[in-house]
């Protein structure tokens, strides 16, 4: 039963030619397949690793600026390669200085808030979190993995992901209803439970093949683009490359992972907030029985929250709104980009947990209320 429904989601030809323009756009419209990823592979920087690489030291921050303040005083011509990795090493010298500051601020906070509240428990999770992180920050080499997670955050591939679900799974229920075959189907023995069941879980596993073809293709172009993925075993702070985007959106990160830790948490964090949207999908499906109305609704429940945020309302109740969304949930490396916990029951909990415990919730209340729905549904004639 369950294969049957799978095969009548996967047998849609329309549903594969959007696949297939999808999977083109970015294999070979891609800006990650040009100039920059040249430079990425250059062997200069492979030659400059040998002195500056590795965990950022005092010597090597010092080292760094002397060089700049030469170069910028016209007394030392260097390199570009040889001053973007001198950058590097100066931005990571700063972020040290303000992880220490930053665990110092904590240690007071503890001493002033009172044992048992909020407050401490807040600052003292924090701090745990940051004094397991050691030295994170340095020169890596990360070429391939820095374009692996280039696709994981942008809107665009949220935006792919978006458009495969909503075309694959508005059908489920709806085309039962357009055929008029729904009320035959929930007129026989199992029709309100096991057919329930497999619609749901095709759903789901059809959600799962996307995803990892998606991703798939993704790891396989960039081998073939960076030429490797070494550097696996840096911290995750080094995402992304400073070298080349001059971006610093994980240097507050307080996770302590390396990047292929850090990739494999993005990777499972992301599928279940696909699969719990696919919940979402199947549900309205099942409610409107339309399949234009389901994925217009669907998508549009997806959007608002980047509407909001476009018209300036991100503040208040709005905020909490923009921030426990389904766009945020897919859009998962966010999630990881600073220390943000939220206050449960006096205890301090992880936005990126706190995301998965609401919407686990959310997704089982969508499914009990499936069965409701259909246990008191009447077979019309």
Not at 157 to 168: D, E, Y
Not at 174 to 197: N, S
Not at 306 to 326: H, I, P, W
């Amino acid at each position: 039963m369950i294969r049957h429904e799978l095969y009548k989601i996967l047998s849609r030809k329309s549903l594969w030619l959007v696949m297939g323009g999808c999977l083109a756009l970015f294999i070979f419209f891609d800006p990650r397949s040009s100039g920059s990823n040249e430079t990425l592979a250059d062997p200069v920087y492979e030659s400059l690793y040998a002195d500056w690489g590795g965990a950022v030291t005092p010597d090597k921050v010092d080292a760094a600026r002397e060089a700049m303040r030469a170069s910028d005083a016209g007394d030392q011509s260097l390199l570009m390669e040889e001053g973007n990795v001198q950058y590097v090493v100066a931005v990571a010298g700063n972020s040290a200085a303000e992880l220490v500051e930053r665990k110092e601020a904590l240690v007071q906070s503890l001493e002033r808030e009172p044992t048992g509240t909020y407050a401490h428990r807040e600052s003292k999770k924090e701090l745990d979190m940051l004094n397991a992180l050691e030295n994170p920050y340095g020169f890596y080499l990360v070429n391939g993995w820095n374009s692996v997670f280039a696709l994981i955050e942008p809107f665009f591939s949220v935006l792919l992901l978006a458009i495969m679900i909503l075309l694959g799974v508005t059908p489920v229920y709806a085309e039962e209803y357009t055929k008029r075959t729904a009320g035959l189907i929930l007129a026989t023995k199992h029709g309100r439970r096991k057919i329930i069941t497999a619609k749901l879980i095709a759903a789901l596993m059809y959600t799962s093949i996307i995803f990892f073809l998606f991703h798939g293709t993704n790891l396989v172009l960039q081998f073939f683009i960076a030429g490797s993925f070494s550097g696996g075993d840096a911290p995750m702070q080094s995402l992304p490359s400073y070298l080349y985007a001059f971006s610093f959106d994980h240097l507050l990160a307080p996770y302590d992972w390396t990047i292929w830790q850090y990739f494999l948490v993005t990777m499972a964090v992301q599928l279940v907030a696909c699969l719990c949207f696919t919940i979402l999908v199947v549900f309205l499906s099942m409610l409107l029985k339309q399949t234009l109305f389901t994925f217009f609704l669907a998508g549009g429940l997806l959007a608002f929250p980047f509407l909001l945020r476009q018209f300036g309302m991100d503040e208040g109740f709005f905020a909490y709104l923009n921030s426990f969304s389904y766009l945020e949930f897919i859009r998962v490396e966010r999630l990881f980009q600073a220390y943000e916990a939220y206050n449960l029951f006096g205890y301090p909990v992880l936005y990126p947990i706190m995301l998965v415990i609401i919407f686990t919730f959310i997704s089982g209340f969508l499914i009990y209320g499936s069965f409701l729905y259909f246990r008191h549904h009447q077979v019309h004639r």
